[in-house]
């Protein structure tokens, strides 16, 4: 499976940004599939979880109230929606795929090239 994150952009402080990631080679509907981010001079970070049948989520403090993850297995996508954008969310956001639903990023594999975000403020 190769998954591909999409949907960044320029965005002004308070606005919103919906990310997409899609999924190709296979179905990755058996999969928790997790958003990271990455800021310059940073480490990467989780932001966001999600179970494989979606009925399960896990946010990152940072973004918890500002972000919903969500997929849609018969299209091979996930989503995360920000909501409340602010200039520390400018990083680049990765999707990955996991067995677990946990934030630790060595849990999870494929990871696709990234998308930027960036927040003016």
């Known amino acids: 499976v190769q998954l591909q994150a999409s949907g960044g952009g320029l965005v002004q402080a308070g606005g919103s940004l919906s990310l997409s990631c899609a999924a190709s080679?296979?179905?990755?509907?058996?999969?928790?599939v997790g958003w990271f981010r990455q800021a310059p001079g940073k480490e990467r970070e989780f932001v966001a979880g999600?179970?494989?049948?979606?009925?399960?989520?896990h946010y990152a403090e940072s973004v918890k109230g500002r972000c919903t993850i969500s997929r849609d297995n018969a299209k091979n996508m996930v989503y995360l929606e920000i909501k409340s954008l602010k200039p520390e969310d400018t990083a680049i956001y990765y999707c990955?795929?996991?067995?677990?639903?946990?934030?630790?990023?060595?849990?999870?594999?494929?990871w696709g090239q990234g998308t930027l975000v960036t927040v003016s403020s």
């Open positions: 990955a795929q996991s067995s677990y639903l946990i934030r630790r990023s060595d849990v999870y594999r494929n």
């Open positions: 999600i179970s494989r049948s979606g009925a399960a989520t």
């Open positions: 080679g296979e179905s990755f509907s058996t999969s928790v």
